[in-house]
């Protein structure tokens, strides 16, 4: 079974977001809406088919890394998150929440040993 299959966003806290939007948008080139921005790509074994990398700023104290300390959280793409969820939890892995399913396809949130919380997320069809 695989397990990650990519990198589907990456997260992090900011004391002022607005402004660090416009910092990587003046000098990175990132142009991000209030929630962040998509990177759009395209599979090597399946050209026809994209996917996406998210990019978001959170504000600093949010409650959306929690329960880590972090200021970060990566989010990593995963083929079968149900079944991926089963075998983590025979491993004795720290699983935060349940499988959540939205618009944009099943989530899950995992604590590594050092904290970090880790966002599985398998992306709703196309």
Do not use: C
């Amino acid at each position: 079974m695989k397990r990650v299959t990519g990198l589907g966003g990456i997260f992090f806290n900011s004391k002022d977001p607005d402004a660090i939007r416009k910092w990587y948008n003046d000098h990175l080139g990132i142009q991000a809406e209030q929630w962040g921005t998509s990177f759009e790509w395209r599979y090597a074994e399946e050209p026809d088919k994209k996917g996406s990398t998210a990019w978001s700023v959170m504000r600093e104290g949010s409650d959306y890394f929690k329960p880590s300390t972090k200021d970060f959280m990566i989010n990593y793409r995963v083929e079968n998150l149900v079944a991926l969820v089963e075998e983590l939890k025979k491993e004795d892995v720290e699983i935060v929440d349940d499988v959540q399913n939205s618009e944009y396809g099943k989530f899950v949130h995992i604590l590594d040993p050092e904290g970090n919380k880790i966002e599985l997320w398998e992306p709703a069809e196309d």
